[in-house]
């Protein structure tokens, strides 16, 4: 049984910084894509950032570029996101998704296409 366990949310200032962990199980974690999708309430679900399978390559929103890094430790089984300079409009639950896909792929843009999908952390910017 594949598990995407996310942890690191809460709740910072602006400006502040924090850092997500996804945790898989029940997968061949390097033969996956991971990335990081979010939903701020009332608004549509959005792409955030994904690495591919080796770590080397990585893409961004362009909400999020320069302040976020993805990454990821195939030993641990483990993808991060460094958050940094957040905003209020960065409030949302964060979900973590694992795909057999290219980062070149469309689907990253749209969240089709993702073969397994975390729960959610709950992030939440004050100003």
């Known amino acids: 049984q594949v598990q995407l366990v996310e942890s690191g949310g809460g709740l910072v200032q602006t400006g502040g910084s924090l850092r997500l962990s996804c945790a898989a199980s029940?997968?061949?974690?390097?033969?996956?894509?991971m990335g990081w999708f979010r939903q701020a309430p009332g608004k549509e679900r959005e792409f955030v950032a994904a690495v591919g399978q080796r770590g080397s390559s990585t893409i961004y929103a362009n909400s999020v570029k320069g302040r976020f890094t993805v990454s990821r430790d195939n030993a641990k089984d483990t993808m991060y996101l460094q958050m940094n300079s957040l905003k209020p409009e960065d409030t949302a639950v964060y979900y973590c998704v694992a795909a057999l896909l290219s980062l070149l792929s469309n689907d990253w843009a749209t969240g089709t296409g993702m073969d397994y999908w975390g729960k959610g952390t709950l992030v939440t910017v004050s100003s």
């Open positions: 029940g997968l061949t974690f390097s033969n996956y894509a």
